[in-house]
């Protein structure tokens, strides 16, 4: 007689536990219950909400943005959160250096400070530690009275409102406007960034709302260097993915590990889709993501470039029920360098709202397909546009060096790929890597015909890289000195019942 044997698969709350404690680990980050979460879509939704929010503020304002702009829609928030300085709003704003390195010198927070607000910068040059591209604070995060908070892939800039007069039309962002419990959680990763930057230590972050304000469950992930918590995240819902996974990123950098966690979720038969911007701020960072279409073309990933002048969200939905939305743009840099901040949502409503918004931004795109003898990669319809995203002037050159230092790192993965043989090369990718070679090549042959354009720079970095090095070594002599012989303890008060 043959025995009946009992069902044994795990039951569904078993394996809803065990995803939500692979969540929690991965993110470094725990689901928190009891949010109010309201979707905000480019300038005109963001701009406003953060200008009221400011403007009502009572007790406090605290700001971490990577760029704030020396620019109508900048100086309009500068003076808005100097008038709250002066009102006895605490007021704290932690920019990062390079990314506001003109306003940084041009003396543009000084009002602010004038007004008795508490202003920092992320990663200034300094003699101990030179000048460092690397390990940026790329956050964008602005908490009004410990109470509300929002998050987004906006700074604070004119450049995402467009230019009207020039032909240049807003870009497309994404943010999120939040309170409840997960505000603590956006105070504390201010608070650590802070007193990162050398904030001064009397900065009280205070009691954040606890209380419940919705019905909202989500995670605040706040990156810090080498974590990569946003990373192994995207890798576990590329992973964990089963019917959609529809990303958009500003500047597309994925590593290998990414690429083919990607391409195995569509040939299993996952419908993934990339947005990706065709016209960016930094023209040759769109060129080097292109030659990572073939190989996600092949496996049935459906890669799209946006038609207008620039989508810069970073944004994932998943499923119909997960969603990510904040500063981590899919590239080394975001990953492993900068500091990071991203709400991850796991609710249903969100994220159908979230699918919907990408399905309207498809109908502004062009989709990328592989055709002809060769299966090149080329766009099912030709774009006539070509969009110049700043207006002209005299300081177009500044800017974009600016900008290109800024982004410098994110090619290299790209390049290493290359040169290390990890990633096969395509023959439909000759046309990119032939630009980037011969950039290359007439860097070289400048600096044979001109060594000076190379020595002379390159003997001053190494000179403060190397004299940045000796005084953190002095340092370090004089810490290890105090620790072998610290000094002798005071003498101690008599104390009233004590012998004498």
Not at 273 to 298: H, K, M, N, Q
Not at 329 to 339: G, V
Not at 360 to 389: K, M, S, Y
Not at 434 to 455: N, Q, R, S, T, W
Request: proline share 6%.
């Amino acid at each position: 007689m043959q025995q009946h044997r009992p069902d044994s698969s795990p039951p569904a709350g078993l394996i809803r536990q065990l995803a939500d404690q692979a969540f929690s680990r991965t993110a470094g980050a725990p689901l928190v219950a009891g949010n109010r979460v309201h979707l905000l879509f480019d300038s005109e939704e963001n701009f406003p909400a953060w200008e009221a929010a400011i403007a009502s503020a009572q007790e406090s304002v605290l700001i971490e943005m990577y760029m704030f702009g020396n620019d109508a829609y900048g100086r309009r928030i500068r003076d808005l959160l100097a008038e709250r300085a002066r009102a006895g709003v605490r007021v704290y704003l932690l920019y990062d250096w390079l990314g506001c390195w003109k306003e940084h010198l041009g003396g543009f927070f000084r009002p602010l400070v004038q007004a008795g607000a508490s202003v920092q910068a992320f990663n200034p040059p300094t003699l101990t530690g030179g000048v460092s591209l690397f390990g940026r604070n790329h956050r964008k995060l602005i908490v009004v009275d410990r109470r509300e908070a929002f998050v987004s892939g906006l700074c604070i800039s004119s450049r995402w409102e467009g230019d009207a007069a020039h032909g240049i039309a807003p870009w497309r962002d994404t943010g999120v406007q939040l309170s409840g419990p997960l505000v603590r959680d956006a105070v504390a990763a201010f608070g650590d960034s802070w007193m990162a930057s050398g904030g001064l230590a009397d900065f009280d972050q205070g009691t954040a709302a606890a209380g419940d304000a919705g019905e909202v469950s989500a995670r605040l992930i706040a990156t810090t260097p080498s974590t990569a918590h946003v990373m192994r995240l995207d890798l576990l819902i590329a992973s964990f993915a089963r019917q959609t996974l529809w990303l958009t990123d500003a500047y597309f950098m994925g590593t290998s590990m990414y690429l083919t966690a990607l391409k195995q979720a569509a040939r299993d038969g996952v419908d993934v889709r990339l947005l990706v911007p065709r016209s960016s701020d930094i023209g040759w960072i769109a060129t080097v993501s292109r030659t990572l279409y073939r190989p996600l073309l092949e496996a049935g990933v459906r890669v799209f470039e946006w038609n207008g002048p620039m989508i810069h969200a970073k944004s994932a939905v998943a499923d119909g029920r997960w969603a990510r939305i904040g500063s981590t743009n899919l590239n080394l840099s975001s990953w492993l360098a900068n500091r990071e901040l991203d709400i991850v949502l796991e609710d249903g409503p969100l994220a159908e709202a979230l699918e919907a918004q990408f399905l309207r931004d498809l109908e502004n795109a062009t989709e990328v397909v592989l055709t002809g003898a060769r299966r090149r990669p080329v766009l099912t319809r030709p774009r006539t546009h070509h969009f110049n995203l700043r207006p002209p002037g005299p300081g177009q050159a500044v800017r974009s060096a600016s900008a290109a230092a800024r982004q410098a790192v994110r090619i290299g993965d790209v390049l290493g790929a290359v040169v290390r043989g990890t990633r096969g090369v395509e023959a439909s990718e000759a046309s990119a890597f032939l630009a980037i070679g011969l950039v290359l090549l007439a860097v070289a042959v400048a600096v044979v015909l001109v060594p000076y354009l190379v020595a002379i720079p390159l003997a001053f970095f190494l000179g403060l890289s190397g004299g940045a090095v000796v005084l953190r070594a002095l340092g370090l002599y004089l810490e290890r000195k105090k620790t072998q012989h610290p000094p002798p303890a005071p003498p101690r008060p008599p104390v009233s019942g004590d012998p004498e």
